[in-house]
């Protein structure tokens, strides 16, 4: 763990500079608007330890797949999130120096990130190695109003001698992906046009052909301007140098604009035309005012998705961050766009869709924002279906079978470690799970006759064709899978994989009868999918006759054949210099190990909790949690939820904080490569659904509130059938607001209770 950012409620403050962790703070000071994002690098040149990033939403390249030699079905490229175009960063040259932070020395120093509003703020003073003092002042937001809107201001100011301070602004293509193959770089320049206070530069990705169109216009104020003006140009660059003369105590400021189209959003034709425009009208309008439009539609955001926590700043803290960067990754307004695990905060997982967004995203963006954002993560599904097909087909499946897949940009599986790619097939359980979870929250469901229960039936599919009779059990078992638990590969009979299974069969049935009262839906879907009704009858004898490995003296469920020839030795005894054992085991020694990584069986726990009864819980959180070392980001808060669920506050509490701060504090040692963005839906899901034990049964909301005795009270609000709540709780009372036009009728601690249009209900706790 590493605990050098200041605890503030709305800030991420890094009050002196830490070279060696640089590349954390700047993935923690990451920006973003769900259109384009940037990691929080300095705008000035630095040599030191950095990852200079800006992603934008879409845009992708194909990497091809390198492996020690082929195999039938095996993906043949692997999609990569680009390195885009750089438009925020300057060059300065000072005395004809060139500034380079890395090699001054820091007088005092602070970078902010400021939540509530989205603005990064950075101060900083320094001695360049020939005794010149500065000090620099920067600011910079992407805009929540205009997606297309990037803004940064920066300032120098003389603190010790009259100065001649060279400032180039510029746009730049050239750049790479940090794990790029032979070091390749991926845009070829299209078209440019350089003017004396801006330009546009037009590139092209290799292979994919998307066009992305940056332009940008500066203005420079305070200090002597010079005339002396140079425009500079090479391929994919341009840029525009100024000299400006200061005197000891006088600053100069420059605010640039920039805005950024692609033709995955417009028709590539008209890219630099309403680059253009969209950049004159922003300019028109003045950076101030495109800064408070933007901090305007933060409060408005805030507005509806905060948790506010008294009495405990490091969870406060860590709460808003994770929601803060996720409202800068995902917005929802278009459905061809889904949630990288890492946002715009970095390049590892190839910034593609994985089974995150249905497992842990979706309760969040469906309780915080209009039903069409959550929706949009369905159809996103729907759109890939027959990509799903096909990638099952290449794995040998047939008549009409769909295997999602486990990383996706444009729906085909790009994955590029077997275990994974044809292993893991628990993925499918979870696009089909995300089906019923909007359909059960949201009460509508329009889904499934707009493609979701196609979606099932393709997912039934695969699973009727992945399981096989087995003669010595005398029940269907599925063979040679990975679970949720990545630190076992190749297992037979993983007990949530054969749940998720059978459940997402009995789930396609349910909806199949559903779908049947409406004739002439119906009719449409059996001609799209060709499906027989004797299909179910294998489907019924399926999850009639699944074999689920379990214990019965210990009453657990076995996580799958053979788990227990293992060593049971719990987490506790590794020496801490051995964890994260990924990072200091070889992998032969993880595999033969009883750790797990995340949730496996617990997961199917969590999904499936109604199953269950509470003691049965119980003893398989008090068995696998010991085991479980939690380096996955999508760990603590399943851990978090299930022990509200049991009763285990403290530890309930010590996996919240784990989830909450696991990227501020550093737990697993891979910050510094971009967030774990889809992992902070979760810790939101450890607040509302594990503090709060909000659930939806009998058609109903319900809450089961707890409060951790280091909190004074939490707060939250969510979106529920065209109802707002307002919860809050402390020790006294629960107070839940109807901000709506209708009454609601729920169930607090198992008891019904009606609040009428916006009216509050008060219960006074009896403890």
């Known amino acids: 763990m590493k605990q050098y950012i200041v605890k503030d409620p709305w800030k991420i403050i890094e009050d002196r500079f830490h070279p060696e962790h640089n590349r954390i703070t700047e993935s923690l000071c990451s920006l973003g608007n769900g259109y384009f994002g940037q990691r929080g690098n300095f705008e ?10 800006n992603y934008i939403s879409g845009i992708y390249y194909p990497d091809k797949t390198i492996v020690g030699w082929w195999k039938n079905g095996y ?11 750089n438009w925020s960063s300057v060059d300065i040259w000072i005395n004809k120096q060139r500034l380079d932070i890395a090699k001054c020395t820091i007088i005092a120093f602070n970078r902010t990130l400021d939540m509530r509003q989205g603005i990064l703020y950075r101060s900083i003073e320094l001695e360049l190695p020939n005794g010149e003092k500065v000090k620099i002042n920067t600011q910079r937001f ?15 100011e003389s603190l010790s001698h009259d100065l001649e301070i060279r400032i180039r602004t510029f746009l730049d293509f050239d750049v790479k992906n940090e794990d790029a193959n032979y070091d390749e770089k991926f845009w070829l320049e299209k078209d440019k046009k350089i003017t004396k206070d801006g330009g546009y530069l037009i590139s092209e990705t290799k292979k994919t052909g998307f066009r992305v169109c940056a332009s940008y216009k500066y203005i420079i104020s305070g200090g002597d301007l010079s005339s002396d003006h ?9 840029g525009n140098e100024t000299v400006v003369r200061l005197q000891k105590g006088e600053s100069t400021n420059i605010q640039k604009l920039a805005t950024i189209t692609t033709s995955f959003h417009h028709p590539e034709a008209n890219l630099a035309e309403l680059s253009t425009d969209l950049l004159q009208y922003n300019t028109h309008l003045g950076y101030q005012n495109c800064l408070d439009q933007h901090i305007s539609a933060w409060e408005q955001k805030w507005e509806s998705s905060d948790i506010e926590i008294k009495g405990d700043v490091a969870a406060q803290q860590g709460i808003r961050f994770n929601i803060f960067h996720l409202n800068q990754s995902y917005t929802g307004e278009n459905p061809d766009l889904n949630i990288g695990p ?10 593609s869709t994985y089974w995150d967004t249905e497992a842990y995203c979706l309760p969040y963006y469906q309780s915080t924002a209009p039903m069409k954002v959550s929706k949009n993560l369905l159809i996103y599904r729907y759109k890939h279906l027959q990509k799903a097909i096909e990638n099952a087909a290449k794995l040998g499946f047939k008549d009409g079978a769909a295997l999602y897949p486990m990383v996706t940009i444009n729906g085909e599986e790009c994955h590029n470690e077997w275990e994974i790619t044809f292993e893991e097939i ?6 089909a799970y995300a089906i019923f979870e909007h359909a059960r929250y949201t009460g509508d469901d329009s889904y499934l006759y707009e493609g979701g229960l196609e979606v099932l039936i393709a997912i039934a599919r695969f699973w009727a064709q992945r399981v096989n009779w087995s003669q010595q059990k005398q029940k269907y078992v599925i063979l040679g899978v990975t679970g949720p638990n990545e630190y076992e590969n190749n297992v037979n009979n993983n007990w949530y994989t054969n749940v998720i299974a059978t459940w997402s069969l009995e789930y396609c049935i349910a909806c199949i009868d559903h779908v049947k009262e409406q004739d002439s839906v119906w009719a449409e879907i059996i001609t799209k999918t060709n499906f027989d009704d004797t299909e179910i009858n294998k489907w019924n004898d399926i999850k009639n006759q699944i074999y689920l490995p379990n214990n019965k003296e210990l009453g657990i469920k076995l996580q799958q054949d053979g788990f227990l020839d293992k060593e049971i030795i719990p987490v506790s005894a590794i020496p801490n210099e051995e964890t994260p054992i990924n990072q200091h085991w070889s992998w032969d020694r993880i595999l033969r190990s009883c750790y797990i990584k995340q949730a496996d069986v617990l997961q199917g726990m969590y999904f499936l909790e109604d199953r269950f009864t509470t003691e049965s819980i119980k003893k398989n959180f008090e068995f696998y949690e010991p085991l479980t070392v939690h380096e996955s980001s999508l760990s603590p808060c399943v851990h978090a939820i299930l022990a509200c669920t049991i009763g285990k506050f403290e530890k309930a509490y010590e996996m919240y904080l784990r989830t909450a701060r696991l990227d501020i504090d550093d737990y697993n040692n891979d910050t510094e490569d971009g967030l774990h963005i889809t992992s902070m839906a979760g810790t939101w899901m450890s607040i509302v659904k594990g503090f709060a034990g909000m659930r939806v049964t009998d058609n109903m909301i319900s809450f089961k509130p707890h409060l951790p005795e280091q909190w004074d ?14 919860l809050g709780y402390d020790n006294k009372s629960l107070k839940i607001k109807n901000i709506a036009t209708k009454e609601l009728t729920l169930s607090i601690n198992s008891e019904t209770h009606t609040i009428n249009s916006n009216e509050e209900l008060v219960l006074i706790n009896k403890s």
């Open 426 to 431: 628990h993925r499918n359980g979870a696009i």
């Open 142 to 156: 992407c805009s929540y109003t205009c997606k297309e809107l990037g803004a940064m201001q920066y300032s120098i």
């Open 342 to 351: 890492k946002g715009f905060t970095g390049e590892k997982y190839g910034g």
């Open 713 to 726: 009270s939490y707060s939250f609000k969510i979106n529920f059938r065209g109802h707002l709540l307002h």
């Open 230 to 238: 140079k425009s500079i140009e090479r391929d994919n660059y341009l």
């Open 44 to 53: 000035e040149h630095y040599s030191g330890y950095t990852l200079q990033g």
């Open 75 to 85: 993906p043949e490229y692997f999609a990569k999130v680009l390195n885009s175009v």
